[in-house]
């Protein structure tokens, strides 16, 4: 249990220092031995074009900069419960938003064709270190 809060402390620090600054919305990581990659770019452009349509009308909105530490070491360690080889067959990327709607109606995750999206509005907002992690392996 120490090494896994030093660890989220290192990551937390590290974060402060290296990602808030010049955080954009287009920076992602690759986490686990299948290099997963996951992003924290939002808006249209993170969706398929079949979707991008009136009538799906899919958005998502940026997490918070602070959030971002946090959700990386949840999502490396969800994913490393999976072995490397089931992680490469299916899944390639995990997009980590904020908020993310489709026909008007919030969502709290999806899948679609080897990517992943999970929402996290903060800890304030009842988005716990379970709750994101259990999202994650529902929609994977």
């Keep these: ?21 010049g955080l954009k919305a287009q920076d992602q990581i690759r986490v686990g031995q299948a290099a997963i ?11 398929p074009c079949k979707w991008k349509n009136k009538r799906i ?3 998502a909105w940026p997490v918070k900069a602070e959030e971002i530490p946090r959700l990386e070491l949840l ?27 489709f ?7 999806t899948y679609f064709r080897k990517t992943v999206y ?12 379970q709750y994101i992690e259990g999202t994650l392996h529902h929609e994977f």
């Design 1 to 21: 249990m120490t090494e896994k809060i030093f660890k989220h402390f290192i990551l937390i620090l590290l974060g402060m220092i290296f990602l808030l600054p």
């Design 37 to 47: 990659k996951v992003s924290f770019e939002s808006g249209r452009r993170i969706f």
């Design 57 to 59: 009308s899919p958005e």
């Design 75 to 101: 999502v490396e360690e969800a994913l490393e419960k999976y072995p490397p080889k089931v992680l490469r067959r299916n899944l390639k990327k995990v997009y980590v938003v904020r908020q993310l709607t």
């Design 103 to 109: 026909f008007g109606l919030e969502y709290g995750g």
């Design 118 to 129: 999970i929402t996290d509005n903060g800890l304030e907002h009842g988005y716990t270190d």
